[in-house]
């Protein structure tokens, strides 16, 4: 199943909810709430990676967005919302199911979704609070997904630059 994934509200911004949103015959949810990005955001100044928090926290929402489906999804395609960013999110995405052990891991591209996707109709609806999401995501979910301890500090699990993904399975 091909699936189109659209966001409704940024994860820069931290003053708001962001709604992450899937849709292609079934439609799925997940709300990150403006308290938990500014934590979020507030943890990767701590470590140093203040301008990476965006792009991946957007990647690690992607991937709970679709973990629970991922058996019958064989083609993710994402709304560009971070332009430049693409192939590095992509390689976070390709680690996250490389380390998860995902048998037949999902094509991941981008391109302009559009304002007639089903998916962005749905991010809409749950961000303006007229329908709910299927699960709101908390602090303890993504940073067991996005960070580890090395030598008694938290890093990165999935260490990013401007110039590409520097993970021990990256090969792009």
Do not use: C
């Amino acid at each position: 199943m091909k699936i189109e994934i659209d966001q409704s509200g940024r994860i820069e911004e931290t003053n708001r909810d962001t709604i992450l949103t899937f849709s292609n015959g079934i439609s799925y949810s997940v709300k990150i709430t403006a308290r938990t990005k500014r934590r979020l955001q507030e943890i990767y100044r701590q470590i140093g990676k203040p301008t990476v928090f965006m792009v991946n926290t957007f990647a690690i929402g992607v991937y709970l967005l679709v973990k629970n489906h991922l058996k019958s999804i064989t083609t993710i395609v994402i709304d560009i919302e971070y332009a430049g960013w693409e192939s590095v999110i992509i390689g976070i995405l390709k680690n996250i199911f490389k380390d998860k052990k995902v048998k037949n891991p999902p094509e991941v591209f981008f391109t302009l979704i559009g304002k007639k996707s089903r998916a962005h109709k749905i991010a809409i609806k749950v961000f303006r609070k007229w329908d709910n999401p299927q699960k709101v995501l908390n602090l303890a979910e993504i940073i067991s997904e996005s960070l580890r301890m090395k030598n008694g500090r938290p890093v990165l699990t999935y260490p990013v630059s401007r110039t590409g993904i520097q993970h021990r399975y990256a090969q792009i």
